[in-house]
């Protein structure tokens, strides 16, 4: 089987960090994205968030977790980190963040934020919980993946998630393994214009 790769990142562009906020951090090549997700969540507009290139994440393009030194101590006082894998095992073709839009990576960011808000709601205690349950559960993995996107839905990020499944669904180089894990743990489009609906 051909191992299938998406890169993020090209060698050329800047892995500068800049500083978008007091508290907010991320890639300068990747700087308007993460402004533009940012906005979409006031309530973390004072909730220490570093998005920053790792050089691979397994099954995942993006990836929010909870600073481990941080876990027990108040919500107010957590950092959060958003990796974003320079490597991707996804399709055949090499692709780079030249050729993914600008609205996919916002919408893969406001997904990751979604996550960063439920982290918001849990003590120390239960985000280690959730920890384990995201390893071994499947069934957890999909109650997870579904409210990181309606979290983003909520505030007002459809377009993007939906630009999110239509680029990966709709892509004929992507392989079906990959959309079918896709199916089985998000929101689907039909139902992310549902949650659309009644949120009117």
């Not at 500083?19 to 004072?46: F, G």
């Not at 916002?106 to 934020?113: Q, S, T």
């Not at 995201?134 to 459809?158: N, P």
């Amino acid at each position: 089987m051909n191992i299938i790769i998406l890169s993020l990142v090209l060698q050329s562009q800047s892995m500068a960090t800049v500083k978008i906020s007091d508290y907010h951090t991320a890639p300068k090549s990747l700087e308007e994205e993460a402004r533009v997700a940012l906005s979409h969540y006031p309530q973390l507009a004072d909730v220490v968030i570093d998005i920053r290139f790792k050089s691979d994440i397994k099954k995942s393009t993006m990836q929010a977790q909870p600073v481990f030194a941080d876990l027990f101590k108040s919500k107010q006082q957590r950092r959060y980190v958003i990796f974003i894998s320079k490597k991707v095992k996804i399709t055949d073709s090499e692709f780079s963040t030249k050729y993914i839009p600008s609205n996919v990576i916002i919408g893969w960011l406001g997904h990751e934020l979604g996550h960063i808000c439920d982290y918001q709601t849990k003590s120390g205690f239960g985000l280690v919980f959730f920890g384990l349950k995201y390893l071994f559960s499947k069934a957890f993995i999909k109650d997870a993946e579904r409210a990181a996107d309606t979290y983003a839905i909520r505030y007002g990020m459809y377009e993007y998630i939906l630009a999110t499944k239509h680029f990966i669904l709709d892509h004929a180089d992507i392989p079906e393994s990959y959309k079918n894990r896709i199916r089985a743990y998000y929101l689907s489009p039909e139902e992310i214009m549902i949650l659309v609906d009644e949120l009117k």
